[in-house]
């Protein structure tokens, strides 16, 4: 099942270049190579394997990525682009998009088609370009590494992530010069890290919180068949809203003992953010953290202004309770969707910055009864499951193992009087298709468009819109006469393609599906 994704042999593969696994994440991201047949993360030149999903633009013209672009946004947060994940794919209209814009110190604006464009010093630019200098820049840390050009990679994302999204993560990729070779859900490339080299016969569960998304998933694993029974999360809740919290509590003590807002001042504001992270960071270790925060601003007169703060771990698990008890109430409905309970899972794997949160682990560990597996470094363990599906996929054996995902969202089509229908059931085993016939509605009639959308609700407007399918060039012919089948498939990357036929005459009828937000047509 694997190898059928490719369309050359493994002796032009290794001619035309190598291949890398990559978790590109919110706030970081890893690439792992294969070494002797096993991935590995590769680093920089200072030995940091986590990479920060951080592009900025200098005044003199250069783009820098990684380490040194994260340090611009203390400098010069308005030309340095970062959580660009939580934005990818999404409409500029979306209401996770009005979220984002509150802590975004860079300026966003729509495009023609809903796509969200980032303002910078080269310009506008849209999302998946904005991700692919992060993923430019993993590339050539991996072509340093291995010696060779990089051709090919696995690139992972949240479970979670709709076709819109999932679809502009291959775009990024892409347009960093790589074929995407598999579009891998995080929670399944953790489940292949963690049994690479075992056979095991278990009920595993992936808690997955990174910087700006959460997913649970549960998978059977029986030897090298990896089945995904359950997916679910939430592509808008992550570290970034712990940040959130902690920089909304500085900024009220700053203005409360220098009685001005920081939210006004863009440097206060990106300065009060990336001490919220590091006193995140802290917390994960200490009990409390005490300091001063040197120069946020200049008050009247260019004084500088600081701020004393102390804040203990406690405080924290008050700022965060809605965000750990969001994540617990996902687990349950997933359980539920899988129809298992805590104590009939074998093993919990943690996946994601956030999961060092202490409160987090504690209630992982209280959900399910045991503590969470130990083997796997949260941070690395999705670049590395990744790798290994690349090397699988690029040299296939017997043995390789079998990979069956599911669909993280129902697929539906609007019907009439504001209702949807289901076309592929959330949690159908990918590939997956659903079939609908559509007739004309008039006389004559030579296009019909159908609005698509992703999510469970009965109403199409509750449900989150993927886009438009037109059918077009239609036969003449009286209305309810000329059938016309659609064909809906999401394939193995989660990503929707369309087809469609004249139920009469079993020809081709030409169809596109408009994505909204994206510029991209199928």
Known sequence: ????????????????????????????????????????????????????????????????????????RVVDPENTVFSAKRLIGQAFTSPTVSKVMTNLPYKIHQGEREEVLIETRDGNITVPQASSHVLTHLKALAETALGQRVAYCVVTVPANFSDAQRAATRRAADL??????????????????????????????????????????????????????????????????????????????????????????????????????????????????????????????????????????AQLNEMIDDLSRATMETTDKVLKEAGLTPDSIDEVILVGGSTRIPLIQQLVAEKFGRQPSSQLDPMQVVAIGAGIQAERMVNPKDDQGTLLDVTPHSLRIATVRGYSKVLIAKNSTVPAEGT????????????????ICQGEEEQFEDNVPLGELALEELPGGQRGEVGIQVAFTIDADGILQVSAKNTNSKTATHATLSLVGSQEER
């Open 436 to 451: 609908s016939t559509f007739f004309a509605a008039s006389d004559n009639q030579e296009r019909v468009v159908l609005r």
């Open 1 to 72: 099942m694997l190898d059928d994704l490719l369309d050359f042999d493994d002796d032009d593969f290794l001619l035309e270049g190598a291949v890398v696994g990559i978790d590109l994440g919110t706030t970081n991201s890893v690439v792992s190579i294969i070494v002797d047949g096993e991935a590995v993360v590769v680093g920089d030149s200072q030995g940091n394997v986590l990479h920060p999903s951080t592009v900025a633009w200098m005044p003199t013209g250069e783009r820098i990525v990684g380490v040194q672009a994260r340090m611009r």
């Open 176 to 313: 960093a010069g790589m074929e995407v070779l598999r579009v891998l859900n995080e929670p399944t490339a953790a489940a292949i890290a963690y049994g690479k080299g075992r056979r095991i016969h278990q009920r595993i569960a992936v808690f997955d919180l990174g910087g700006g998304t959460f997913d649970v998933s549960v998978l059977a694993v029986r030897d090298n068949l990896y089945e995904v029974v359950a997916t679910g999360g939430d592509s808008f809740l992550g570290g970034d809203d712990v940040d959130a919290s902690v920089f909304a509590w500085l900024a009220k003590l700053f203005l409360r003992k220098h009685r001005i807002d920081p939210e006004a001042d863009p440097l206060a504001k990106a300065r009060l953010l990336m001490a919220a992270e590091q006193i995140k960071h802290a917390l994960s270790d200490e009990d409390e953290i005490e300091g001063t925060l040197n120069e946020v601003t200049r008050g009247p007169g260019g004084a500088p202004l600081g701020l004393d703060f102390k804040l203990t771990r």
